[in-house]
Nanobody, 114 residues
């Protein structure tokens, strides 16, 4: 059984930073893609950033230059460093890991507010 555990969410003021982590454990092999999505109230879930096995990354236009995705392949862990946070970044952030199947985390709340 595969489990994704996210951490690092919370409440932060505009302009602040947070770092999200997601660890994949269990019988998961040959992960070729890891990513972060978010869903704000009343909106569809959207891609924030993802990173492929070779290191190639992809970012939503709204977070380019502010967020950085990275991964530790040996530990099946993906990170999202979020800087210069804005109120519109407020959402539940989900980790997604793709191997032979897609796996999703339970989500972690990020709230940007003064």
């Amino acid at each position: 059984q595969v489990q994704l555990v996210e951490s690092g969410g919370g409440l932060v003021q505009p302009g602040g930073s947070l770092r999200l982590s997601c660890v994949a454990s269990g019988s998961i092999f040959s992960i070729h893609r890891m990513g972060w999505y978010r869903q704000a109230p009343g909106k569809q879930r959207e891609l924030v950033a993802d990173i492929f096995i070779g290191g190639r990354t992809n970012y939503a236009d709204s977070v380019k230059g502010r967020f950085t995705i990275s991964r530790d392949n040996a530990k099946n862990t993906v990170f999202l460093q979020m800087n210069s946070l804005k109120p519109e970044d407020t959402a539940v952030y989900y980790c997604r890991v793709t191997s032979a199947y897609d796996y999703w985390g339970q989500g972690t709340q990020v709230t940007v507010s003064s």
